[in-house]
């Protein structure tokens, strides 16, 4: 029997011809990423050298990247205390690969590690926050882990007990209407199989549709692949990988693409038919709580947030400036966008997007992860709703559980910021 692109990858990382789902492996890692979250690793991977005389040190200071996200700028002496432990740490190791707050340098993790070329197809990527599974859109097999597992890998460079996982394969096929997008599949799935529906196991996605999106549309299928319980998410390396490696990330070494063989077996089949897909929208507090928007267009939006590391890149913010042009946004409605990386922010005030969101209303934030975690910026009132192209609607998502947060995608995000209600953007008139 064949092999899935996981298990390829697996059994490459452990020296082994094949590996098979359930074995427990311990893979060499590739890349190991931490942000904010870094200075509870420097703790536990300082605890291991305790009682010993053993140097301080990191397995291999090139393979381990770390960016300031969350909360950037600081926004009290406790996280300007962890980030200042995180700057000395990285000096003191070596660490080239870490993004302070700088406007050129600075952006989400899971943007920052493509479009720098720290990812390349068939790595193994390790990282302290449960959406690395972005990852997997360049075809490496990329899975969250905590605080002590990364001290562990900092020391090793191995990932302890991983289990081979089984994997799901989704095929996706047929062309998207307009206004339907990559976050529109991924919502439609997750509310398909459920938020358990892949525990554990791998997602791997297959057709024409996906073969014909680029990798910022793949980024946010992986993204979003943890909020159906996968462990990682993934799309076989292939033309378009090469192209965004080579093009947008600078990367001129050779690339191995992985593949899954013709015989690999999968524990299961998902298809979805791309023609037939309407906007999804996923209502609280359920990412699976999905629905077509048919089914809630005309609900009161008191906050539109366009950003973060499903929906900032680009691509994002041309559609929503493409339907926000000579618009305005509802009186009673505020729009935030935060671009997803300080590359995308210049690139976005060179082709004028951010003129034209903020002609039209909008404010412009610094890239970094804004209100997704509602612990720095666009925390909600009591009873008030927003519109989010993020990745979760769980009660107190955006920073009060009196509030409610629905999920879609930037088109749908921009067409209601312009009505002040969830709107279908099939149904807003664009200007020229």
């Not at 015989?263 to 609280?284: G, H, K, R, W």
Request: net charge negative; aromatic share 6%; glycine share 10%.
């Amino acid at each position: 029997m064949g092999q899935t692109v996981v298990q390829k990858i697996l059994a490459k990382a452990c020296g082994l011809d094949k590996v098979a789902v359930g074995e427990i492996v311990e893979p060499k890692v590739d890349l190991a990423m931490s942000h904010e979250n870094g200075a509870l690793v420097i703790n536990q991977f300082k605890e291991i050298y305790e009682g010993t005389e053993l140097p301080v040190k990191v397995w291999d200071p090139s393979k381990i990247a770390i960016i300031f996200d969350h909360r950037v700028p600081a926004e009290s002496s406790k996280t300007a205390t962890n980030q200042m432990k995180i700057r000395n740490f990285v000096k003191e190791q070596g660490i080239t690969k870490f993004h302070d707050i700088r406007g050129d340098r600075m952006g989400i993790c899971h943007q920052i590690l493509p479009e720098n070329g720290y990812v390349r197809p068939g790595y193994v990527v390790c990282g302290t926050d449960s959406h690395t599974t972005s990852h997997g859109a360049l075809g490496a097999f990329a899975f969250g882990i905590g605080a002590t597992e990364m001290a562990s890998v900092w020391t090793l460079g191995t990932a302890l007990n991983v289990p081979v996982p089984p994997t799901i394969k989704v095929i996706v096929t047929g062309k998207l209407n307009q206004f339907v997008e990559a976050k529109d599949i991924i919502l439609y799935l997750i509310g398909k199989i459920s938020s358990e529906g892949a525990n554990n196991k791998v997602i791997e996605f297959h057709g024409d549709t996906i073969k014909n999106m680029n990798i910022s549309g793949r980024l946010t299928l992986c993204n979003m692949a943890v909020e159906a319980g996968a462990t990682s998410g993934i799309v076989p390396a292939d033309e378009e990988t090469q192209k965004y490696l080579k093009f947008v990330a600078g990367v001129q070494d050779d690339i191995d693409l992985v593949t899954p063989d013709e015989d690999a077996e999968y524990d299961s089949i998902v298809e979805i038919d791309a023609n037939t897909l309407s906007p999804q929208i996923a209502c609280p507090h359920t990412v699976d709580n999905v629905k077509p928007i048919e089914e809630v267009s005309g609900i009161t939006v008191n906050q539109i947030v366009i950003g973060s590391c499903t929906n900032g890149r680009l691509e994002d913010l041309k559609t929503a400036a493409d339907i926000l042009k000579g618009n305005k946004v509802a009186e009673h409605t505020r729009m935030l966008i935060f671009p997803a990386s300080g590359k995308i922010y210049q690139e976005a005030m060179k082709l004028g997007y951010f003129n034209t969101l903020m002609e039209a209303g909008a404010v412009v934030a610094n890239s970094g992860c804004g209100p997704c975690l509602g612990i720095h910026q666009g925390a909600l009132g009591d009873g008030e709703v927003a519109l989010s192209t993020t990745n979760r609607n769980f009660k107190g998502r955006m920073g009060n559980p009196k509030s409610e947060v629905y999920l879609c995608s930037p088109a749908v995000a921009a067409a209601s910021a312009i009505m002040g209600f969830i709107t279908d953007p099939r149904k807003i008139q664009l200007n020229d």
